[in-house]
């Protein structure tokens, strides 16, 4: 038995969707909308590792249901891999919340490399400038920055 490659786990009271795993050709999103009636949902993708063409359309599928039939959809956690992705798309700005998202920094200071969570609503003013805030080194406790250009990351915050 081979573990599934994406876990979904619907929380129908906490009206919680959790992914973990990888959203490639063998997820199928569409199954989601069914398990949850409509109303306000948060989304969680902490745990997803990797995801391409065909799972990013998946993933456009099924923030489309939801928005379509009228959910507030809140995205909490938004892995690393999946809001660069994004990013490169505009309509995600209109349908979804971002309350929070992981980025890779880097410090200056000592070298480490992390992926930590910006909380998107904490920062908002400086994420609609385009620039991402400094967090603390979980090494050091010195300020790290994006270690990638913040056009990758922040574009759907950008009110320019
Ligand atoms: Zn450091």
Redesign the pocket.
Known sequence: MTAPRLDIRVDEAARRITLVGRIDDNAVLTAVPPQLPAGPVTIDTSGVTFINSIGMREWIRLIRLLHDRGDQITLERVADVLITQMNLIPEFRDRVRIASFHAQYL?G??G?EAAPVVDAIAHAGELAETRAPRLP?P??G?A?ELGDFPERYLMLFSRR
């Open positions: 410090c200071s000592c480490a080194c090494e050091c010195q790290m």
